[in-house]
């Protein structure tokens, strides 16, 4: 599939310019970081989920960055089945909005797998489900900057006040509900600041 795409963007001419195209003309091969820009996030995804144990385990340790920043004092490793559990239901959830699918009631194929750090946090149990989007939301704290999750977390946040305002026949917790999101999410949690 890969080299398929590479194919395929050297025969674009409009392509003549980009990073495949120079080092397919200099090096007559493309690295991996030069074409992880031209992939999609489920193409990345699979590359990722069929790579060796000893690449996932480099990745999950630099995931732990993030972790870090977004979970305090996690002291539990991070394991690639869990990464790829997580990156599959995000894939689900982006899935569904690109296609301009109906989020609300939409559960992933599969439940995370579950990882105390981050579930404990939210005080989600090891034989609840997680699929909805509200655990796609969670587990992004895995792989994003915690200024990145804060403005994704305060916009979450003040998006469902104002919809809670705007409804007039049904009550913002039922789409929480349909979402995966704990009742009264919007006001039960705090803003968080940006560092």
């Given amino acids: 599939n890969l080299s398929r795409k590479i194919l395929a963007h050297n025969k674009d001419k409009s392509n003549k310019n980009s990073s495949i195209a120079h080092y397919l003309r200099k090096y007559k091969h493309v690295p991996i970081w030069v074409l992880v820009n031209h992939i999609e996030f489920g193409e990345l995804r699979h590359l990722l989920k069929h790579s060796k144990k000893s690449l996932q385990n480099n990745i999950c340790k630099d995931c732990l960055e993030f972790i870090g920043q977004n979970i305090p004092d996690n002291h539990s490793q991070f394991q690639p089945e869990t990464l790829n559990s997580f990156l599959e239901n995000i894939n689900d ?37 997680r699929r909805s989007a509200y655990e796609a939301f969670i587990t992004l704290q895995c792989f994003i900057s915690r200024n990145e999750y804060a403005i994704m977390h305060n916009t979450f946040k003040k998006r469902f006040k104002t919809l809670s305002n705007k409804l007039k026949t049904i009550p913002v917790n039922n789409v929480l509900k349909e979402l995966g999101f704990p009742d009264n999410w919007h006001i039960d949690n705090d803003k968080i600041e940006q560092l």
């Fill in 93 to 129: 959830i982006r899935n569904i909005c690109a296609h301009n699918n109906r989020l609300l009631g939409f559960r992933c194929h599969q439940s995370t797998k579950y990882w105390a750090p981050l579930h404990e946090k939210y005080n989600i149990q090891k034989e609840d489900e």
